[in-house]
C-alpha cells in the first residue's frame, strides 16, 4: 500500500520481498561509506532480518520506489515513542541512484506521512558530520541542527588513523577506550516546524 507520494518517489510499508531487491543495489565506492552499503544476507537471514523489523512495537519501516517502479530508497522509524509522538529517523538510498533527487522528494513526501498521517510530533536523527550531501537533504527537508555529538561509529574495521586516504577527514574521529568513534550532527524537525514550512511554500 502507497502511504505517501512525492514528485519523483512514492514510498510503501517494507514488504519481504523488498529485502531482497535491496540486496542487489549499488555499492559505496568511498570507504567511510562502506558501513551504509546495505548487506547481503542468506535467505533464512534475510527472513530474520525482516522479522526482527516488521515485528517490532518501537519501529517501523519503508521503501521508497521512483515512478518507474524501482525500489531505490529504505526508511526507518527506530526508538518509537507512541506516547511522546516521537522517533530517529534510518534512511539509506541506492548508492546507484544518488544524485537523483530522490532522497529530498522521499523524505519530504514521508514527513507529510509522518506528521498528516500518523499525527507525530518530533523526528530526530542523527549525521555524521562529514556526510555533507545528507546533511544538505536534511536542511532542504526542515530539519534543524540540535548540536554536535561524539558517539560510536557504525564500522568499527574503519583503518581511519591508519591508512593515509582518512588523513582529511581524521578530525572528525577520535580513539577511546579502543572503539573509534564520529562527531555527529543531532538534527530534528517538529510537527509545528513542518506546518511552517507547508504554510511558506
Not at 581511519?160 to 555527529?184: A, L, V
Amino acid at each position: 500500500m502507497v502511504v505517501a507520494r512525492g514528485q519523483k518517489t512514492y514510498i510503501k510499508k517494507l514488504e519481504r520481498k523488498h529485502v531482497d531487491i535491496m540486496q542487489e543495489w549499488g555499492r559505496h565506492k568511498d570507504p567511510l561509506f562502506y558501513c551504509y552499503n546495505f548487506p547481503y544476507m542468506s535467505k533464512k537471514e534475510s527472513d530474520y532480518w525482516y522479522k526482527k523489523k516488521a515485528l517490532s512495537f518501537s519501529k517501523r519501516c519503508f521503501v521508497v520506489f521512483n515512478y518507474s517502479d524501482q525500489l531505490v530508497g529504505y526508511i526507518s522509524l527506530r526508538d518509537i515513542k507512541w506516547f511522546r509522538k516521537a522517533s530517529e529517523l534510518g534512511i539509506v538510498f541506492d548508492p546507484g541512484e544518488i544524485a537523483q533527487g530522490y532522497g529530498t522528494d522521499g523524505l519530504k513526501a514521508f514527513l507529510t506521512y509522518y506528521f498528516e498521517g500518523l499525527k507525530m510530533k518530533t523526528l530526530y536523527l542523527k549525521v555524521s558530520v562529514f556526510n555533507k550531501r545528507a546533511q544538505r537533504c536534511y536542511e532542504k527537508c526542515g530539519f534543524k541542527s540540535k548540536g554536535i555529538v561524539m558517539e560510536e561509529f557504525e564500522d568499527q574495521s574503519l583503518p581511519i588513523f591508519k591508512d593515509d586516504y582518512f588523513i582529511p577527514y581524521r578530525h572528525f574521529f577520535k580513539q577511546e577506550s579502543k572503539k573509534i568513534k564520529c562527531q555527529f550532527i543531532n538534527m530534528v524537525i517538529t510537527k509545528d516546524m513542518y506546518y511552517e514550512i507547508q504554510q511558506n511554500s
